[in-house]
């Protein structure tokens, strides 16, 4: 199996003892351009890794602030294509 960044950023963190930040946002909520700011505030805050949350129209096994956040990022217009994009930025 091959490592990935993930893996050694918690490979890492444990080496050194500590644990890691992992702030979620879902993605196109606010727009593209709010969740890119996001983001980048989050590295700068400190976050290890950053967990980006791909709406889907049935997020019955999340909780309910993250259903409304999926249904706004849906309706508002976010698609999987379109956070690609915006990831690759």
């Known amino acids: 199996m091959t490592e990935n960044r993930i893996d050694r950023t918690l490979q890492a963190l444990k080496q050194q003892g500590k644990k890691?930040?992992?702030p979620f946002v879902t993605a196109g909520h606010g727009g593209y351009d709010r969740t890119e700011q996001l983001v980048l505030q989050m590295e700068k805050a400190g976050a290890d890794i950053?967990?980006?949350g791909v709406p889907?129209?049935?997020?019955t096994a999340e909780g309910p602030v993250i259903q409304a956040a999926n249904l706004r990022a849906?309706?508002?217009g976010t698609t999987t294509d379109k956070i690609f994009s915006m990831i690759a930025k």
């Open 20 to 22: 890691a930040l992992i």
């Open 50 to 52: 950053i967990e980006l």
């Open 56 to 59: 889907f129209s049935d997020p």
């Open 74 to 76: 849906l309706s508002a």
